[in-house]
């Protein structure tokens, strides 16, 4: 594999290398953490803070391949989330080509601007559009996702910045303030459930309609992730189990018990008027669990 050095110095270095079908990745080292990106699909597939192990999951069975979604990391699933008419799941943005505009390596961070453009790229959504992504590595983990609508007239999206979170297992795994909170669930079919979750074991598959802050618990590493969302209505809860994992070619033996993705999504159409733009955001860190148990 032939890397080509694209920025280095005292704090790190940033290199590309290009992986099966053309497929380009960025691979960063930095003092404070390592990361990968892939440029199709435009997808972030590795963070890992120094001392810690990898924050997102990525299958081994990953297929690099133009017209198919790579499996883990952060697909950005856009214009639309989940099924839609006759068009695949999550939209266009994970399968298609993006861009490095900006790369910014400073003794705190590692800063990249990746973008897309295009129109008619699917008879499903044909509109004129451009995305920007830009993504913070440090210790801790920061992702701008802008949505530029190049055309004169408004135009509607689903979105969810799907996040595969690497977790001990799911049965280690637990998320405390999706507790109560009013979900659809895609298992049942019933909308408006309420319950609460003692680990994250699939088949799970929900819509929670709730903007808080999330924590991701786990006691097998001892280790909780923080994520925050922004200009994000809903919490995706996805992991499937064993049924489905092992009828997904993309999901090596037993990967279900490696991740839970926790999804900063807008499940409900929102609107973007003519040449506006609206961005999402999210954050996420990584801390140690506080060893204090309630007697
Ligand atoms: O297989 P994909 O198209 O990547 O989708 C994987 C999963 O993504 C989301 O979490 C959805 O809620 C699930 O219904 C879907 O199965």
């Not at 801790?140 to 910045?161: G, M, R, W, Y």
């Not at 049965?171 to 895609?186: G, P, R, W, Y």
């Amino acid at each position: 594999m032939s890397y080509i050095t694209l920025l280095t110095n005292d704090f790190g270095k940033i290199s590309q290398y290009q992986k099966a079908n053309g497929i380009d990745i960025l691979e960063i080292k930095h003092r404070l953490c390592a990361a990968s990106i892939s440029l199709y699909g435009g997808q972030v597939l590795n963070w890992q803070p120094v001392d810690q192990l990898p924050v997102f999951w990525l299958s081994d069975r990953s297929i690099y391949q133009p017209g198919k979604a790579i499996r883990g990391g952060i697909p950005i699933c856009w214009p639309w989330f989940g099924a839609y008419k006759d068009a695949g799941n999550h939209g266009f943005a994970r399968q298609i080509q993006w861009h490095l505009d900006d790369i910014k390596l400073t003794e705190n961070e590692v800063v990249l601007v990746f973008s897309t453009a295009g129109e008619n790229v699917s008879p499903f959504w044909p509109h004129a559009f451009k995305l920007v992504q830009k993504i913070s590595f440090s210790t801790d983990f920061t992702q701008q996702l802008t949505i530029e609508n190049l055309s004169v007239q408004s135009v509607k999206f689903t979105s969810a910045l799907h996040s595969y979170f690497n977790v001990s297992s799911p049965k280690n795994t637990s998320i405390q303030a999706l507790n109560n909170v009013l979900f659809d669930d895609k298992v049942s079919l019933l909308n408006d459930q309420k319950d609460t979750l003692t680990n994250c074991v699939g088949p799970l598959d929900r819509i929670y309609h709730n903007q808080s802050v999330q924590q991701i618990k786990d006691i097998g590493w001892q280790r909780t992730i923080e994520v925050k969302s922004t200009q994000c209505e809903q919490w995706v809860l996805w992991n499937p189990g064993r049924k489905i994992a092992e009828s997904m070619t993309d999901i090596h033996k037993e990967g279900e018990n490696e991740f839970v993705c926790l999804e900063a999504a807008n499940t409900k159409w929102l609107t973007i008027a003519g040449h506006e733009s609206i961005t999402l955001e999210q954050t996420v860190s990584v801390s140690a669990n506080s060893n204090v148990t309630p007697r």
